[in-house]
T-cell receptor
Framework: SQQGEEDPQALSIQEGENATMNCSYK?????LQWYRQNSGRGLVHLIL?????REKHSGRLRVTLDTSKKSSSLLITASRAADTASYFC?????????FGAGTRLTVKP | EAGVVQSPRYKIIEKKQPVAFWCNPI?????LYWYLQNLGQGPELLIR????????DSQLPKDRFSAERLKGVDSTLKIQPAELGDSAVYLC???????????FGPGTRLTVL
């Protein structure tokens, strides 16, 4: 069963715009991770945020975590065509990793 | 450094046939995962190994699926017999330990006819 739910299911933007994806989950977690998956490829880890952290940055990525609302967001700034992919959040509780269904991001050049 | 290696990349079989997938994790990674991913969905955990011990196989359909990780390195996932509904991508991932990022292989795309 999947715990995380990403929103929106699909997002289409122009190159240079920002993209925001949200993830909601149901139970308490140890950490939350975001992954990217290009079509036909394996998942690539983007960022991990622990339950006692509220915000993390990595390059053009910004992740926030609100444990009171059981939600997280992934912001990609100044998007590029190469950012086109599916993005998944994964919640980790006692090493039980659960992925959401993902957000399909399309960045048009 | 080599990433997670999986083989074969693609497999087409007829229903009721057996099939096996192989995974070689990143050297030194004690934790190994097998996931199933259906089209348009996120990965679903089938089994997790800590070294050679299966510590979470609650989602593995044990009537037809089996897995092993001899010597705590390579792992094999087997389906016998395969059913039409088993068509999916089977992903292997490894991590250096618990609560760490996972490194995924490219997956094996299984088609059952």
């Amino acid at each position: 069963s999947q715990q995380g739910e990403e929103d929106p299911q699909a997002l289409s933007i122009q190159e240079g715009e920002n993209a925001t994806m949200n993830c909601s989950y149901k139970t308490s977690i140890n950490n939350l991770q975001w992954y990217r998956q290009n079509s036909g490829r394996g998942l690539v880890h983007l960022i991990l945020i622990r339950s006692n952290e509220r915000e993390k940055h990595s390059g053009r990525l910004r992740v926030t975590l609100d444990t009171s609302k059981k939600s997280s967001s992934l912001l990609i700034t100044a998007s590029r065509a190469a950012d086109t992919a599916s993005y998944f959040c994964a919640t980790d509780l006692s090493n039980d990793m659960r992925f959401g269904a993902g957000t399909r991001l399309t960045v048009k050049p | 450094e080599a990433g997670v290696v999986q083989s074969p990349r693609y497999k087409i079989i007829e229903k009721k046939q057996p099939v096996a997938f192989w995974c070689n994790p990143i050297s030194g990674h004690n934790t190994l995962y097998w996931y199933l991913q259906n089209l348009g969905q996120g990965p679903e955990l089938l089994i997790r190994y800590e070294n050679e011990e299966a510590v979470d196989d609650s989602q593995l359909p044990k009537d037809r699926f089996s897995a092993e990780r001899l010597k705590g390195v390579d792992s094999t996932l087997k389906i016998q017999p395969a059913e039409l509904g088993d068509s999916a991508v089977y992903l292997c991932a490894s991590s250096p330990g618990l609560a760490n990022e996972q490194f995924f292989g490219p997956g094996t795309r299984l088609t059952v006819l």
